[in-house]
């Protein structure tokens, strides 16, 4: 698969990996839009919906299973990413857990992410002539795409959870109390029971 990720021989699991994506993907993205707002999860919904239409074409065309897979591995950063939010949301944050937490979370992020969407964009742009004109196009602005919010990610992180020495100032016209505020990715996030509302 490393050798020919467009024609290369695949073992059945590999294509049973994409396909099981895809529909990760597609059950995510119903349950997004079944329990939270568009404003919520726009982002998400965009991700999802480029991995969606890359991953099909390898699974209803047999080709480029090897690429998906390369692809895939950009995932293994959720599990940093799943696990940082469970803590912000149990309100672990600041701790030893978190820290070490946010650190793996940067270094999977530059290493499963970074990396792989690095290596896809250059063998993109050296076998472009392999590849059908609309499949380079999907493909770049996918691509494209995971980049640029793998890229705002890291930077919200590592600004939220490495750089900021000090906690926002309170919100004009809100009298912050104890336990009030806790922090979900990067946004502050007031507690107004029984409700949470993000706020800039």
């Not at 590999?14 to 939270?36: C, I, K, P, R």
């Not at 990413?81 to 912000?88: D, E, I, S, V």
């Not at 499949?135 to 919200?156: E, K, W």
């Amino acid at each position: 698969m490393a050798a020919d990720p467009i024609h290369g021989h695949h073992p059945p699991w590999a294509m049973m990996l994409v396909a099981l994506s895809v529909g990760y993907f597609l059950a995510d993205g119903v349950d997004m839009l079944w329990n939270q707002t568009l404003n919520q999860t726009w982002e998400l919904l965009c991700h999802h919906l480029v991995v969606v239409s890359c991953l099909s074409t390898a699974v209803l065309s047999g080709h480029y299973v090897g690429f998906s897979m390369v692809s895939l591995l950009l995932e293994l950063n959720s599990a940093c990413l799943h696990l940082r939010k469970l803590l912000l949301l149990s309100h672990q944050a600041p701790s030893l857990t978190f820290s070490v937490t946010s650190w793996a979370t940067l270094m999977t992020l530059a290493l499963f992410r970074m990396v792989p969407l690095g290596w896809m964009i250059l063998w993109l742009f050296r076998q472009h002539h392999q590849v059908p004109l609309a499949l380079v196009i999907l493909g770049a602005t996918g691509l494209a795409t995971v980049g640029v919010m793998s890229i705002v990610l890291g930077v919200r992180i590592l600004v939220s959870d490495v750089l900021r020495s000090r906690p926002h100032r309170p919100i004009a016209g809100h009298r912050e109390t104890r336990g009030s505020r806790t922090y979900c990715d990067d946004r502050p996030v007031i507690r107004d029971n029984p409700t949470f509302n993000l706020k800039d």
